[in-house]
């Protein structure tokens, strides 16, 4: 008996020289990337910044903007009970997606507590893309047990942009591809160079925008067709910062800032339920089982949420990011998630975690710390609860989409 | 975990227990005596389980799959008054003698001879008083921090009595009930025909070595029965095993519970998230808000309920809990008593010269192998009365679940192992058999529904015992799904003692109540 070759030879360990892997558009946006600015997103080298953040937010409301979102992880769901399997793991009723249509879902653990939320896209009658933030892989293969039904994590497969701003559909027009009739959280596909590029208008701003699927290797020329026909409608590539400022406008919660997904928390209490975090509405009562119903019954009936998420406008023009709230100034009853003055709406304002009984808000103060020339000022200011989304243009849902 | 749920507003009393072995038989009796419309559905033609009469190898011999009582339950014999209902004992205090290479062993309880008697005296009744401490705990749901329903003050109490073994034994007990069986019997014994009955015992029926962790508890659990108010029995029922069988259904019977035979339960029906009843493979639909399943756990929840109707962490969970059968079952059909080196006949037989020979039996079954020495304990139950030709029926260890050789070659491999090694012990039986038949632990999945041919349908090991008995979330009997409910020897504390079915009723009533 001989041992495995490679036993004796090992490959050469150089992988910590570059320890997150590049996406398919690395080579243009490590060009564009002036600071060299870089987050690890998903394993990936994502640009915080290309430049200058408050143009790039600029840019998602006024213009248009490139933002590499390939490092999402990407789940494909084929089979017979494709469907069946979808409604076992999410929340939503997956038999109301219509072929070519996307909703945004989540899902919870046995007892109820959300794993993450993502977005289901129909490809087929049993041909689904799930996209989410966190990987699943045996959690997914766990719910597949005794259904029909294929998985595969496509995420290193596909490379995907997010095309966001007022001007996107004007770009895409200019690029050829005709989306005057494309409706939000719908889909299409069109030629380009040989291949298909799926177009879905999704996006994670809250604005007018689309998302761009194709395979890896048509990625630059993708990119280089895109900026080239928006180059004379301020098209430029933006980073994490701006579109993190673009969804706390838009109101959207991330997994891992807004809550700590369930399968991470190391302290017991970090877990929330869809109620908590206020993804209820998702819940389809009607389709059957699916994991955790009976523990989110359970709470609806007794009413045993102990959190609330909620929306808020804070006086003045300092973020309250990372602030604890107090009730009458005194007692803690919640946190601050996320949070900004927001250059779109002029107004300061937060997502927070709040104790259930104080969803309603009243009385509640938020203790901000203020920056000041080298000194820090502990402000005490009253929260007003607000609704999400804090920005929601007609411009997002109009069809055919407006020409800016 | 939402705990268990009943629709309080129904007057609907009826109630199905599928599977009629000794717990569904003493679940449904205790349902039955406090007013509830149970019916009792059962596969097979007759009742009992595991000690149900399998076909006759040859007139008048009936083997059966257990072939002794080491435990039944105080509560279910009392309820049931099995004596009523015909239940006599050919014996409570079988002996058993170890064949080994300087002569017999025989152990009577407590009492032996050798170097060793005085050591074996006061293991034995360490043991004993480890076991009673613990036996409490095999009477009630298992305890479950974040449940509702605890019963704390019997929890405490059983507590108390652990820790009233006094200082010395309690450390005692603590430093012992995780060790292996192999351990125990280095640490306290020199006689190696004593070592083997010890580990032996420890592992009869489990997927462990006497070296494998915890496997002391396994024998612990084994003493805390008992038996006709006997303390650490071991009885035959007269008549065999499926009279034990018989008089618990005659009980149940009595009792007002409907025994349906010849029916084999396809699927547990389910609307809006609360089962109504059970469909029959025949086709036909039986009705009730509560079902009760005696069959297994994983035969339960994935095939007959449906692993639609659960949650994907529980689904998992459960397909993970481990099964496996490493004993064999063999019955051989003899013209005469065959003569084991003047070995009483109505001694139970131990086939194992030393604790080495149970710990070499176990490797290669590790592998999907058939050992070449395997143990056996040798029962024959005509030797109580039966004239001329005669049963022998011996649980043979360790047998593969899963052969690498394929299901027929690992049988005929493992027969003439044990044809060998009977050989050996008993000289002259080859020519005395006229019929063998030997059930691997895969033939005894098919022919009892048993997970892997494993007799607790799901191994008994401590991390599958008490509050993770057959998982966390199931072991308090009640499941998530509305009206569903489980007993068995898969559920806590295991084994036919009846215990569970009892425990399970208990369960169902006090949460009607």
């Known amino acids: 008996m001989s041992a495995s070759p490679s036993l004796h030879a090992p490959q050469a360990l150089n992988h910590f020289r570059s320890p997150l892997a590049q996406t398919p558009f690395h080579p243009r946006t490590n060009a564009a990337n002036r600071l060299q600015g870089w987050a690890p997103w998903a394993g990936y080298m994502t640009a915080t910044c290309f430049g200058d953040s408050t143009m790039e937010h600029t840019a998602i409301r006024n213009a248009a903007t490139l933002y590499d979102i390939s490092p999402m992880v990407k789940y494909r769901i084929t089979g017979a009970d494709a469907v069946a399997y979808l409604n076992r793991l999410t929340l939503r009723d997956v038999g109301k997606l219509a072929t070519g249509q996307v909703h945004y879902t989540a899902w919870t653990d046995d007892l109820g507590k959300v794993m993450d939320d993502g977005t289901v896209f129909r490809l087929g009658p049993a041909d689904f893309r799930l996209c989410c933030q966190e990987r699943h892989l045996p959690w997914l293969t766990e719910t597949a047990w005794g259904l029909d039904v294929g998985l595969r994590d496509e995420s290193e497969d596909l490379a995907a942009l997010a095309l966001q701003g007022p001007v996107s559909a004007t770009v895409l027009q200019e690029a050829g591809f005709n989306v005057q009739t494309l409706k939000p959280f719908r889909m299409a596909s069109f030629a380009f160079q040989g291949t298909d590029v799926l177009i879905s208008r999704t996006g994670f701003t809250g604005d007018l925008g689309y998302e761009l699927w194709i395979t890896p290797d048509q990625a630059l020329p993708l990119w280089d067709h895109l900026m080239q026909a928006g180059a004379l409608y301020g098209l430029m590539p933006a980073g994490s910062e701006a579109v993190m400022l673009a969804r706390l406008e838009a109101g959207f919660i991330t997994t891992g800032m807004d809550f700590v997904p369930v399968q991470h928390a190391v302290r017991e209490d970090r877990a929330r339920s869809p109620f908590e975090l206020g993804l209820d509405w998702m819940i389809a009562w009607d389709k059957g089982h699916f994991t955790g119903r009976r523990a989110l019954a359970a709470e609806r009936d007794g009413k045993t949420s102990k959190w609330a998420l909620v929306g808020l406008d804070i006086p003045g023009n300092v973020s309250a990011e990372g602030a604890i709230l107090y009730f009458d100034k005194r007692r803690e009853a919640g946190f601050i998630t996320a949070a900004c003055w927001s250059p779109t709406l002029k107004r300061n304002i937060a997502i927070a975690q709040v104790e259930a009984r104080h969803a309603s808000c009243d009385h509640l103060w938020v203790e901000i710390y203020a920056l000041r020339e080298l000194q ?16 929601a243009p007609e411009r997002r849902r109009a069809t055919p989409p407006g020409r800016y | 975990m939402p705990g268990p749920s009943f629709d309080r507003t129904s007057s609907d009393r009826s109630v199905i227990v599928i599977g009629a072995g000794p717990n569904g038989l003493a679940c449904a009796h205790r349902l039955a ?84 008697a005085a050591a074996w005296k006061e293991l034995h009744q360490r043991l004993m008083s480890f076991a009673a401490a613990l036996e409490p705990f095999r009477r009630m749901a298992p305890p479950r921090l974040q449940a509702a329903g605890n019963s704390w003050g019997r929890l405490a109490k059983n507590l108390i009595g652990i820790r009233a073994l006094g200082t010395r034994d309690f450390r005692e007990l603590l430093r012992v009930i995780l060790i292996n069986a192999h351990d125990v019997a280095q640490d306290e014994l020199s006689d190696p025909r004593l070592r083997a009955a010890l580990c032996f015992d420890a592992v009869l029926g489990a997927w462990a070595g006497p070296r494998s962790p915890n496997t002391l508890i396994l024998l612990l659990d084994r003493l805390a029965g008992e038996i006709a108010g006997r303390k650490g029995a071991l009885a035959l029922p007269k008549g065999g095993m499926p009279a034990l069988a018989r008089a618990m259904a005659n009980a149940a019977t009595a009792a007002g519970v409907s025994l349906r035979s010849n029916a084999r339960v396809s699927r547990i029906n389910i609307a809006d998230d609360q089962v109504t009843g059970i469909t029959l493979e025949s086709g036909e639909t039986l009705a009730a808000p509560l079902v009760i399943s005696a069959i297994g756990p994983k035969a339960t929840i994935l095939s007959l309920a449906g692993a639609q109707h659960f949650d994907t962490g529980l689904v998992t969970a459960l397909r993970h809990q481990k099964s496996r059968g490493g004993t064999a079952k063999l019955h051989l059909a003899l013209s005469a008593l065959p003569d084991f080196q003047g070995a009483d006949p109505r001694a139970r037989i131990l086939l194992t010269r030393d604790e080495h020979e149970v710990e070499t039996a176990f490797n290669p079954v590790k592998y999907g192998e058939v050992p070449a020495r395997p143990v056996m304990e040798v029962v024959i139950p005509t030797a109580f009365g039966g004239t001329g030709a005669h049963l022998l029926s011996a649980n043979v260890q360790f047998a593969p679940h899963a052969p690498k050789a394929g299901e027929d070659a690992a049988r005929a491999q493992m027969l003439a192992a044990c044809m060998t090694r009977l050989e050996e012990a008993a000289p002259g039986i080859g020519a005395l058999i006229t019929k063998a038949d030997l059930l691997m632990p895969y033939d005894i999945e098919r022919q009892f529904g048993m997970a892997g041919g494993n007799w607790h349908h799901g191994e008994l090991a401590v991390e599958q015992m008490l509050f993770n008995r057959p998982i966390a979330p199931l072991s308090r009997y009640a499941t998530p799904l509305k009206g569903l409910w489980l007993t068995g020897a898969g559920t806590h504390p295991g084994g036919m003692s009846g215990a569970a079915g009892r425990n399970a009723a208990d369960a169902v009533l006090e949460a009607k109540a």
């Open chain 1, 376 to 391: 820090y000022q502990k402000l005490m200011l009253p929260v007003t609860k607000t609704a999400r989304p804090f920005f």
């Open chain 2, 33 to 116: 005596s406090k007013g509830r419309k149970v019916t009792l559905i059962e596969a097979e033609a007759h009742p009992g389980g595991g000690a149900r009469a399998l076909p006759d190898l040859a007139p008048g011999l009936t083997p059966s799959l257990a072939h002794l009582v080491w435990q039944l339950d105080p509560r279910v014999e009392a309820a049931m008054d099995l004596a009523r209902h015909g239940l006599a004992w050919e014996a409570t205090d079988i002996p058993t003698t170890v064949i080994g290479r300087e002569g017999n062993l025989v152990i009577r309880g407590a009492l032996t001879d050798g170097p060793d």
